[in-house]
């Protein structure tokens, strides 16, 4: 990003390994202007933000009043008098907008993933409020209680809204390589081979690798399995900055960096342009698991072990069940047409009933909508011998199952056939959100730290379902469920849902 790859010129990268010769690669011209992104996202969202505001605001303002005149009273308070509502909502607007920013909100370390800057929209609109009500109390001016209800929760929607359109906008400009910091990898090759990886599967997170820079790495090398060119050793950092146009290091590992090499890179960056990001040997860990504290100069990075505590689990208990059994009563119509269909349309049960693992390890009985011919189970050994779903060593999927009934092939590509597991959720065998239910013959082939996905309850849906389901590998599955087991919050089993209920109504095949 930045430049224009057809127009650009040539600089040599120099290496201190001496397998090769010198290599060039291409380079933007000096003249040539680099855009901040940063910047300009940061300006576009203030815009769509204040935007947002004169409307809320003066909108609910024209609801609760109308058109005409209206002040706000303040008797025996710091000031005598009355204020016109429309002096009092500029006001609001002015100093929400000043909130906002207060807050970074539109800080580019948390634009564009997680849940940071939705969760700081919030805070910051409701301790305002909350200094609001504080100020009038203490001062007497009699605010129109409506309209301060009305503006509260109506802003912070149509904000978070806002955001999550702009997001959207820029995850799809992400996936092309624009809108993202420009990443060069310093540390181990082994490192830098696994944090490419990782960066390159979530190009949404804003991390667009343009080259690495490895001990002894020579110019005419790749980072294995991608594309992306080593620049050099470590000490062709400085060159490698320069013709890559990288603004952000990440240094994947310290293994084979000298004692003072950290620092020294820190040092040779531009202030405010170029940033350092240190990547740290642990994986899987959220955010609130981690803190960390300087001590005698040194940044120590703490990392909270995972707790399971029962208020956690009396909550999520809670939530469940509400939600469950508000679902079933709502889809109610949808469960006996669906019944009907499937005993309509092949011979039979509605239901099919399956063992599966639960929590602590124990087995349970699991409800789905039957998709299949009723003697499915009978023909599965034969097409395990058939076609194994390639990369799951543990699962089997077909994409083409002969046994699912036409019904079937239309329930699954909508994941109806798994709304009767509201009823387990109900029972209390499984949860709304978690791990996904294995077979007892899966658990047989499990390594000892996969069981720690029994330490809560499985769910209908789970981050594995949401993020790539069939398509990953076994690995990848186990990595999803034990990292959302460790990492549980009740903000994620939402946007889980979120985006399940999104999954669902795509085309394809999302069969859990």
Not at 314 to 325: G, N, T
Request: aromatic share 8%; charged share 20%; glycine share 8%.
């Amino acid at each position: 990003m930045g430049y224009d790859r057809g127009a650009a010129s040539t600089v040599t990268a120099e290496s201190t390994d001496d397998r090769g010769p010198e290599r060039t690669v291409p380079v933007a011209r000096r003249d040539e202007p680099v855009e901040n992104w940063r910047r300009i996202y940061a300006r576009r969202l203030w815009m769509s933000d204040l935007l947002v505001l004169v409307w809320v605001v003066f909108g609910t303002q024209i609801a609760w009043f109308g058109f005409g005149a209206a002040d706000l009273a303040i008797e025996g308070g710091l000031v005598d008098g009355e204020v016109s509502y429309w002096a009092a909502s500029t006001a609001l607007i002015i100093v929400w907008m000043l909130a906002l920013s207060l807050a970074d909100t539109r800080d580019h370390r948390v634009i564009g993933a997680g849940s940071a800057e939705y969760a700081r929209i919030a805070r910051s609109s409701v301790t305002l409020f909350g200094v609001i009500a504080i100020i009038a109390f203490l001062t007497q001016i009699e605010v129109a209680r409506g309209f301060l209800l009305l503006s509260l929760p109506l802003g912070i929607l149509i904000l978070l809204f806002e955001r999550w359109l702009w997001r959207h906008w820029l995850i799809a400009k992400r996936s092309s390589g624009a809108y993202s910091a420009r990443v060069l990898l310093v540390g181990s090759r082994r490192s830098v081979v696994d944090i490419a990886n990782e960066l390159l599967r979530t190009p949404s997170a804003g991390y667009h690798v343009v080259g690495a820079c490895v001990p002894g790495g020579a110019v005419a090398d790749t980072i294995e399995g991608t594309g992306i060119p080593i620049m050099g050793s470590i000490s062709a950092l400085p060159t490698a900055l320069e013709v890559s146009k990288a603004d952000t290091v990440v240094v994947t590992s310290t293994d084979e960096l000298p004692a003072d090499k950290v620092k020294q890179i820190s040092w040779g960056l531009e202030a405010g342009r170029q940033h350092l990001v240190l990547a740290p040997g642990i994986a899987d860990i959220a955010g609130p698991r981690i803190s960390s504290r300087p001590v005698a100069g040194l940044p120590l990075l703490h990392v909270e072990t995972p707790r399971f505590s029962g208020g956690q689990r009396v909550l999520k208990r809670i939530v469940d069940v509400v939600a469950a059994v508000v679902g079933v009563i709502l889809i109610s119509p949808v469960l006996a047409f669906l019944a009907l269909s499937i005993r309509l349309s092949s011979p039979g049960p509605v239901f099919f009933r399956q063992q599966r693992i639960g929590h602590g390890g124990r087995e349970f009985t699991m409800l789905k909508f039957r998709s299949m011919v009723v003697d499915a189970e009978a023909r599965l050994a034969a097409l395990m011998d058939q076609e194994r779903d390639a990369g799951n060593a543990v699962l089997f999927k077909m994409k083409h199952d002969p046994r699912v009934t036409p019904i079937g092939r239309i329930m699954r590509r909508l994941s109806l056939d798994e709304l009767p597991q509201l009823f387990n959720v109900i029972g209390g065998s499984m949860s709304l959100v978690g791990p996904r239910p294995p077979l007892p013959r899966e658990v047989e082939l499990y390594a000892d730290h996969v069981h720690r996905r029994f330490l809560v309850k499985p769910g209908i849906t789970g981050l594995w379902q949401v993020s790539g389901r069939s398509s990953l590998s076994w690995e990848e599955s186990v990595r999803l469920d034990l990292s959302y087991v460790e990492n549980w919050t009740l903000v994620g089993d939402v946007v889980i849902l979120f985006k399940t209920a999104r999954a669902a109504l795509l085309p394809g095949d999302t069969a859990f």
